[in-house]
């Protein structure tokens, strides 16, 4: 990017990102004193995983019993890489948080007791109000307006630089503390609400040296319409399958059963266990979304076979994301912070997935503790960030490096090489060594590549970044998922070579680094105790 | 995927235009905005969500354009069906304030 941006700003917290994590980093920030920017590069309001549809939560009243049951059973299910006192820390602070969103004005339903039914929120309505929130708070909103790359000293970070795409300017907030929001990485494989998440945040992290952690629980897909975007499947529970001659397939959504039947050819689905008009008509209210693409495909779903595909979510509902060290959500790097599904969520799912109310929750929580952590960072500091002597971080996919006309590479074409790699159930899915190390290998040829991309204007240089990013972002999962030999609870992670879990392997992995990827094993910090405290094992471990 | 911006519905309040996640419309010199970059529509459906005057329609695939028209969405009876459905627009009731989901909760068995 050019040197001096056409837009300046100077704030105490920069959130980039306006998804859920988002919202609540910029709320909770303004709330604790700061002055906040927010950038988002769609808008805030509709942009994200969450906006579309919608999000089932953890709302469990504050019962020891029932919460330590919970936290037992989500410790089994995550093959014992999460952590207690982190769940427990969930389940309170979502509790707390689910209760204001009902007084900003979320009409949550209540139970014929009175009780309020707080484990649910559409998306639409939920980030309309957090929009008007954020807003009511003070904060700055930049919609439109993706970020591309960090700004550090010697001190941290200090702010972003990035594009307004409607007005074709440059940006440039310079802030003390940063909260990464950016979401997942789905690589653009068209989930509901999921092409806006391409590893922006990851790249922007690893650019100044953040590590990523767990980014080998990524085998995630999600049953969609061959068709079309939604990825909402819950109502599938109703489904029959069938193959293309109307025999029927046994099976559920759950596991490997899809995955395995469409290896073998066309799956189709009747939602004909829903068998009576009421139950009928009471799938048809409570998930508007779902039906909408096959009433308007003319497809009537109770009745009616309808083409199935899995769509791939990276991790958006897979688990790795940006390394937090501390109970704000910092990372190794002064001034930086990560909240959401841009943070590892392993600390509370360990490897399992967080989609179906922990992810959703975890959203709230990190946005809440992160912009406060940023606050309080910010605050303490003695300089403005306008007068600290910052340089862009970015390094990949920002243009204009390409020595001659000949090396120029499309980005399109790019993105369809990643694509080959990481979309494919035979590589991702049904992962095996060696199909991992061709993979990785065939993204290292990519990576190469990155900077031979030479955008000419705001929306190519916004789509050569994400290229980098999910090229970035390809690498680290496919790295730790060669270094991770076993197949661990929870489904997000298993090599065909390894089908057991080996207790020798109950530690996380870290991979960080853009040329040369590495990584290394942490021990889970022990419950209650403080996790800087305790020393990450740096056993080195070759990459590969 | 994005098919049809109604002319004769646009109020040109160009919410659309700030509302669309993936940025595919532009400004229209009319006033009417101009789907600009089909390709980058994700088909999420925020745009019809938000306008106010159900002038707008996402056809269900994603994948690939099927050239609907205006008239044909219109006799369809297609324009502004979603909004209705999540109870979005002056006078309805938001589909969050039903009790189908604790209901459907209380149903489902998985
Ligand atoms: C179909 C579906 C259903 C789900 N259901 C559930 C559920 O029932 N329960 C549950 O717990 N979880 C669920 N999840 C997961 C949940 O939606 C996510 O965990 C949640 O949205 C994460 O919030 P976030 O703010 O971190 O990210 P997002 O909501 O994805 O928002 C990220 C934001 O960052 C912005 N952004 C990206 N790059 C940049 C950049 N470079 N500059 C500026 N801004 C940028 C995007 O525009 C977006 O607005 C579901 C996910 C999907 C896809
Ligand atoms: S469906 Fe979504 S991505 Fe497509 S034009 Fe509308 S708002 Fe934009
Ligand atoms: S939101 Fe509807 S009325 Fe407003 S500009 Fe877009 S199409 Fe026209």
Redesign the interface.
């Known amino acids: 990017m050019s040197d001096s941006a056409e837009r300046q700003l100077t704030a105490d917290v920069l959130v980039i990102g306006g998804g859920p994590a988002g919202a609540w980093a910029a709320w909770s920030a303004a709330t604790n004193g700061a002055k906040v920017v927010l950038v988002d590069k769609g808008y805030l309001g509709s942009s994200g995983a969450t906006a579309p549809g919608g999000t089932n939560l953890l709302y469990l009243p504050p019962d020891k019993e029932m919460r330590e049951q919970a936290v037992a059973s989500r410790m089994k299910q995550g093959g014992y890489l999460a952590e207690p006192a982190w769940i427990h820390r969930v389940l309170d602070q979502v509790y707390t948080n689910l209760e204001l969103i009902e007084k900003w004005g979320y009409p949550f339903v209540r139970d014929e007791n009175g009780t309020p039914m707080r484990d649910h929120l559409h998306g639409p309505e939920y980030m309309a109000i957090m929009r008007k929130v954020v807003k009511r708070a003070g904060v700055k909103v930049l919609d439109q307006s993706p970020a591309l790359e960090l700004l550090v000293d010697e001190f941290g970070v200090g702010g972003a630089r990035g594009v307004s795409r409607q007005d074709d300017l440059t940006w440039e907030v310079r802030a003390n503390a940063v909260v990464i929001a950016t979401g997942g990485c789905a690589f653009l494989s068209n989930g509901l609400g999921c092409n806006v998440l391409t590893g922006d945040g990851y790249l922007m992290a690893g650019e100044v040296g953040v590590e990523l952690s767990g980014m080998e629980f990524t085998r995630k897909y999600a049953p969609s319409p061959a068709f079309g975007s939604n990825t909402r499947s819950r109502l599938l529970g109703w489904a029959t399958y069938y193959d293309s001659d109307g025999n029927e397939i046994v099976g559920g959504r759950q596991g490997d059963f899809l995955a395995e039947a469409l290896l073998k050819g066309p799956v189709y689905a009747i939602m004909n266990k829903a068998d009576t008009p009421e139950k009928q008509a009471f799938l048809r209210k409570s998930h508007a979304i779902f039906f909408l693409p096959y009433d308007r495909a003319g497809i009537d779903v109770f009745t009616e076979p309808f083409p199935l595909t899995l769509r791939y979510e990276g991790t958006v509902r897979g688990t790795g994301g940006i390394r937090i060290v501390d109970d704000d959500c910092s990372t190794t790097v002064g001034g930086l912070f990560a909240a959401g599904d841009a943070a590892t969520r392993e600390r509370i799912t360990g490897s399992a997935s967080g989609g179906g109310a922990f992810n959703a929750s975890w959203a709230i929580c990190s946005g809440t503790w992160a912009g406060k952590g940023a606050a309080a960072h910010a605050l303490s500091h003695r300089q403005s960030a306008a007068t600290r002597d910052l340089k862009p971080a970015g390094r990949y996919g920002l243009g204009g490096v390409a020595s001659s006309f000949e090396n120029v590479v499309p980005s399109q074409e790019l993105i369809k090489e990643i694509q080959d790699q990481v979309l494919p159930l035979t590589i991702n899915y049904f992962r095996t060594e060696q199909g991992l190390k061709q993979a990785l290998h065939r993204l290292d040829n990519v990576w190469n590549r990155v900077n031979s991309q030479t955008p000419q204007n705001v929306r190519e240089q916004v789509r050569a970044r994400e290229t980098a990013a999910m090229a970035a972002t390809a690498r680290w999962m496919y790295t730790a998922a060669l270094s991770r030999k076993e197949t661990r609870s929870g489904g997000l992670h298993g090599l065909a070579e390894y089908p057991g879990q080996d207790e020798e392997q109950q530690h996380r992995l870290l991979v960080s680094g853009l040329e040369e990827v590495s990584v290394r094993t942490e021990q889970v910090p022990v419950s209650g105790v403080a996790v800087t405290a305790v020393a990450a094992t740096s056993e080195e471990v070759q990459a590969g | 995927m994005i098919e049809v911006v109604s002319e004769s519905r646009c109020v040109s309040c160009n919410q659309c235009?700030?509302?669309?996640?993936?940025?595919v419309f532009d400004r229209g010199e009319d006033g009417i905005p101009v789907i600009a970059?089909q390709d980058?529509c994700?088909?999420?459906?925020?745009c019809e969500?938000?306008c106010p005057v159900d002038a707008l329609y996402v056809?269900?695939?994603?994948?690939q354009v099927i050239g609907i028209s205006e008239q044909e969405a219109e006799q369809q009876g297609?324009l502004g069906?979603?909004r209705e459905?999540?109870g979005?627009g002056k006078g309805r009731k938001?589909?969050?304030?039903?009790?189908?989901?604790?209901?459907?909760?209380l149903?489902?068995r998985?």
């Not at chain 2, 056809?59 to 994948?63: G, L, N």
């Open positions: 235009v700030s509302v669309c996640p993936t940025n970059r980058d994700q088909t999420c459906f925020m969500l938000y056809a269900p695939d994603s994948e297609l069906g979603y459905k999540v979005w938001p589909v969050a304030s039903h009790d189908y989901m604790y209901r459907l909760s149903f489902a998985f």
